[in-house]
């Protein structure tokens, strides 16, 4: 079967990371042109450099917890002549992530407010801020699909044993964060369904990022 996303335009926020930058990858592979925002830094470097001789992929800094910046780039890609129909709501942090490396990670017990206001402030506030300008600036003028992502432990209970002896946990914020993304997209499903606007969860499984055998089998 082939697939034909010429015509596409998708905005991925969060591009960087693993996830999206297989999403880049499939997309443009099939005609797709991507509009790539990501945090300044590292990951933004990088894919600067990956696609700069590239005419499919457009790079925007953003920073999706900051609501000016949102605001702001939403109106620069117009100004830009982009028209994005496609939105990918992939920006998010986790525990790994939060924490960094070399520390411990913490238990119930021990997560403090400053982290889990963090989580959700990346993952479910950010989500918001670029649905939200959504609205503002794109719903009525055209067509447009929009796919949150969450998590399979969004879904469904963490298996909690198989964390034992290893340096990360399941993190309730980032279970709870992406939750709350499948409660926003059942709402704007509904608030959007006669502004011709489809909106969707999607919520993968263990995502292969030098996991255990055991992890990826769950």
């Known amino acids: 079967m082939t697939i034909d996303l010429s015509g596409k335009t998708v905005f991925i926020t969060g591009?960087?990371?693993?996830l999206g930058l297989t999403y880049i990858d499939r997309l443009t592979r099939f005609g797709a042109k991507v509009i790539a925002t990501e945090l300044i830094g590292e990951r933004f470097n990088y894919l600067r450099d990956l696609y700069n001789k590239?005419?499919?992929v457009i790079l925007y800094p953003l920073d999706i917890c900051v609501e000016n910046e949102v605001i702001h780039t939403f109106k620069q890609i117009l100004l830009d002549d982009l028209k994005p129909n496609v939105f990918i709501n992939n920006a998010a942090?986790?525990?790994?992530?939060?924490m960094g490396k070399g520390n411990n990670f913490p238990d119930l017990a021990n997560t403090s407010v400053d982290d889990w206001n963090k989580t959700i402030d990346v993952n479910l506030t950010g989500a918001f801020l670029v649905n939200r300008q959504i609205d503002r600036d794109i719903v009525g003028k055209y067509p447009v699909s929009v796919i949150n992502i969450s998590t399979m432990y969004a879904m469904r209970a963490p298996h909690h044993h198989i964390y034992e002896n290893m340096p990360f946990k399941s993190f309730c914020a980032y279970s709870a964060s992406k939750a709350g993304i499948h409660g926003l997209t059942l709402w704007l499903a509904s608030y959007w369904?006669?502004?011709?606007?489809?909106?969707?969860?999607?919520?993968p499984g263990a995502v292969n990022n030098n996991h255990l055998k055991k992890e990826l089998e769950l």
Do not use: Y
């Open 15 to 18: 591009a960087g990371g693993r």
């Open 54 to 56: 590239r005419n499919d």
């Open 93 to 98: 942090i986790t525990g790994e992530l939060l």
């Open 193 to 203: 369904a006669e502004r011709g606007v489809n909106v969707n969860t999607l919520a």
